[in-house]
């Protein structure tokens, strides 16, 4: 049993941290598209808020990947996706006077709640981790 939950748990570590590496990386190779992004969201000092979004999702990601210093990797992630989700998808902000404008705002609550589930997982990891 202790053989399976050691894979268990590698996997959980993996797919866990996916979402953030991809995430990171793909604001590299989309570096301009997440300018304009940011800029649409009324962010101030982008380029310097953009290099630390990813350095915080590609290192806090490998953390938890890897299982070294998970802790530190959590307490990153948090950093980042805390003020982000609030920032990026403040859906009670939008409108919603037409179709359109629905639609959007439904997304972006989903995008709210997605992110929300995150934090309780990574606060689970958090409180979870070396015992």
């Known amino acids: 049993m202790k053989k399976i939950n050691k894979y268990i ?18 604001k590299i ?11 649409i969201h009324n ?6 808020f953009l290099i630390m979004a990813i350095i915080f999702q590609v290192v ?20 980042f996706l805390i003020p982000a989700t609030f920032i990026f998808h403040n859906f009670w902000t939008l409108p919603t006077e037409t179709e359109i404008e629905m639609i959007n705002q439904q997304y972006e609550m989903v995008s709210f709640l997605k992110n929300s589930t995150i934090i309780g997982a990574l606060l689970l990891l958090f409180e979870n981790e070396n015992k």
Do not use: C
């Open 9 to 26: 748990n590698r996997t959980g570590r993996i797919l866990f941290s996916l979402i953030f590496i991809a995430s990171g990386l793909s």
């Open 60 to 79: 806090g990601g490998l953390s938890v990947i890897t299982n070294y210093k998970t802790k530190v990797g959590v307490v990153l992630l948090l950093v």
């Open 43 to 48: 962010m101030i000092y982008i380029p310097f």
């Open 29 to 39: 190779g989309d570096w301009q598209k997440t300018i304009n992004y940011m800029e």
